[in-house]
């Protein structure tokens, strides 16, 4: 069975850091993208980060962009997302996503989905 479980959020102050990741089992990564993806109470899920399945391409939210970095272990198939200089604005469920070939900023296009772990930015 696929299995996508995050981890690693929390509550920190703004400014802060947190490092989330995303552990996959059921099935090899081989050949596909891994994602993060968030959505705040009452909001659509948005698009923040993807990275290929060589590491060799990423892309990210322009909201995150210079903050956030995105990274995969293919040999432990765990992604893993690196959250500096959080924002309060940055509260949301962060969900780890998986698709095959390339990455994509459209949520509808990814297959299968972790639980997601909630991150809070709050002084």
């Known amino acids: 069975q696929v299995r996508l479980v995050e981890s690693g959020g929390g509550l920190v102050q703004p400014g802060g850091s947190l490092r989330l990741s995303c552990e996959a089992s059921?099935?090899?990564?081989?050949?596909?993208?891994m994602g993060w993806f968030r959505q705040a109470p009452g909001k659509e899920r948005q698009f923040v980060a993807h990275?290929?399945?060589?590491?060799?391409?990423?892309d990210y939210a322009d909201s995150v962009k210079g903050r956030f970095t995105i990274s995969r272990d293919n040999a432990k198939n765990t992604a893993y997302l690196q959250m500096n200089s959080l924002k309060p604005e940055d509260t949301a469920v962060y969900y780890c996503?998986?698709?095959?070939?390339?990455?994509?900023?459209?949520?509808?296009?990814?297959?299968?989905w972790g639980q997601g772990t909630q991150v809070t930015v709050s002084s």
């Open positions: 996503a998986v698709r095959r070939a390339g990455g994509d900023r459209n949520p509808n296009r990814w297959g299968y």
């Open positions: 059921g099935f090899t990564l081989e050949g596909y993208a």
């Open positions: 990275i290929t399945w060589s590491g060799s391409s990423t």
